[in-house]
């Protein structure tokens, strides 16, 4: 079992930045991949970004390529997304989870633990 517990988000202005943090307790969390979801309103659920459990692996969606980076601590067993220059479309409920394997998934189907969420509001 994983536990996830969010922080961060909260209403930004355009163009800022904002940093989340998750997390974990349970399982060794250097053992497992993490994701960052998210989900905005009337939409489906999309893929953020994933690292794998050493860090050394990354992936990002198109969307936030080259404005959000995505790191994990694993000594304090926390994954972070760091989003610079937001844009009002990036509103949204923000997920972290963790992933069954230790690669990076972009699937959620790889991801069998998941956080309660936290809003990140854009404002233009």
């Known amino acids: 079992q994983v536990q996830l517990v969010h922080s961060g988000g909260g209403l930004v202005q355009a163009g800022g930045s904002s940093r989340l943090s998750c997390a974990a307790s349970?399982?060794?969390?250097?053992?497992?991949?993490m994701g960052w979801f998210r989900q905005a309103p009337g939409k489906e659920r999309e893929f953020v970004a994933t690292i794998d459990r050493s860090g050394g692996n990354t992936y990002y969606a198109d969307s936030v390529k080259g404005r959000f980076t995505i790191s994990r601590d694993n000594a304090k067993n926390t994954v972070y997304l760091q989003m610079n220059s937001l844009k009002p479309e990036d509103t949204a409920v923000y997920y972290c989870a963790a992933a069954y394997g230790g690669g990076a998934y972009v699937s959620a189907k790889a991801y069998g633990y998941w956080g309660q969420g936290t809003q990140v509001t854009v404002s233009s």
């Open positions: 349970g399982r060794t969390f250097s053992s497992y991949g």
